[in-house]
């Protein structure tokens, strides 16, 4: 019998950390062909040969360049070239990953061609409409298939959605399959390669501790009240320990356009790769962060996270793990931080199905149900 075949979609860093699971475990089960496919959302000059090496997945089958543009400019380039592909060679089915322009714009290609859409991190919902983020998984949601889902939260929204019990898989998270294997990597590496290695050491003080941060977030950056409002405490939660922070180019430009000063001890750096990161947070006392991935990864691997915005899509690392809502506001996100320095900050638990299998389950399903369609 011919082997159904699945396009799995990226179109930045973080898609194809969550979709080297997915490869690895297609890899070692018979039954379904796969094509890595990167639509060029960002192009990334970390995103290299050695990048695909150490998520252990080859590099994408096609490369689309489909990028660059406001919103609805990506995702219409995305459109035009992923229809193309899929024309020319059809899939039976197109897994797409979490909420970027990416996500939207094929799935949307791949439903209306006909073609099976199956959604990793399915039912998350911040409930902020001004989120694109938001937009994007409401859209993908309303038109996909299987539903893949990390948090219970998930699959309460999708019930109340009216999607069909039937399509929801409560799997457990890629992501966490993704950090656990480089986890392990990390244990046979030598680290001092590594840039943060040097950063680990340098201006250690209060016992080697240190937190880092990152921010990235249009809400948090691009306003000058705001992101003043949250230096401040950055500035304050520095005095007592040091921050490093790998400093996102829009927020960098946006420092030095409103003329903020994060002072002496919050040490500013480049970018990072995954792993050079990974090599830094991991062993943090606290970190400081609007990201959504982040927030789950500091979950899994228990170190205390403060999330500087107002919500969270991913509430089961409030819930469980060791992740706190600080909002902006600066008293906030000292009180927090120095709750995690009197060691009475959150730990929590990794949550139910987090256990680095989320992938292994996804492509059962794919398997099964792919072929009974074919019946």
Request: charged content about 25%; aromatic content about 6%.
């Amino acid at each position: 019998m011919k082997h159904k075949k699945i396009y799995l979609v990226g179109g930045a860093r973080p898609n194809f950390m969550k979709i080297a699971p997915v490869v690895r475990a297609l890899q070692a089960r018979d039954g379904l062909s796969f094509s890595i496919i990167h639509t060029g959302q960002h192009y990334d000059r970390e995103m290299n040969d050695v990048f695909f090496e150490e998520l252990g997945i080859p590099e994408p089958d096609v490369f689309m360049g489909a990028g660059g543009g406001s919103h609805s400019q990506q995702t219409a380039k995305i459109m035009i070239a992923f229809e193309e592909l899929c024309l020319a060679d059809r899939p039976d089915a197109v897994l797409v990953v979490g909420d970027v322009n990416s996500t939207l714009a094929c799935s949307i290609v791949a439903k209306k061609l006909n073609i099976a859409v199956a959604h990793v991190e399915a039912g998350l919902r911040s409930g902020d409409m001004t989120m694109p983020e938001e937009i994007n998984r409401l859209v993908t949601d309303s038109i996909s298939d299987f539903f893949f889902v990390t948090e219970p939260s998930g699959v309460a929204h999708l019930k109340r959605e009216g999607k069909n019990d039937s399509a929801i898989y409560h799997v457990g998270h890629v992501m966490v399959d993704n950090l656990l294997f480089q986890v392990e990597k990390l244990t046979s590496m030598d680290t001092s390669v590594f840039e943060t290695s040097t950063f680990k050491t340098m201006n250690r003080v209060n016992d080697g501790r240190y937190g880092v941060v990152t921010l990235h977030r249009p809400s948090n950056v691009d306003i000058a009240e705001v992101l003043s409002r949250i230096c401040t405490g950055l500035k304050e939660v520095a005095t007592e320990l040091p921050l490093i922070f790998p400093v996102h180019p829009r927020t960098r430009n946006n420092l030095e356009q409103f003329g903020i000063d994060l002072g002496p001890n919050i040490m500013q750096v480049g970018p990072q790769s995954y792993m050079a990161f990974l090599n830094l947070w991991k062993d943090a006392a606290v970190v400081l962060t609007d990201s959504g991935g982040l927030q789950e990864e500091t979950t899994a691997l228990g170190v205390p996270c403060i999330t500087i915005r107002n919500n969270t899509e991913r509430p089961i690392t409030v819930e469980e793990g060791s992740n706190v809502l600080a909002g902006t506001d600066p008293g906030r996100i000292v009180a927090e931080v120095s709750k995690v320095l009197r060691g009475e900050g959150k730990r929590g638990r990794r949550p139910h199905l987090w256990d680095g299998k989320a992938a292994e389950r996804i492509v059962e399903v794919l398997t099964r149900e792919l072929a009974v369609s074919d019946s």
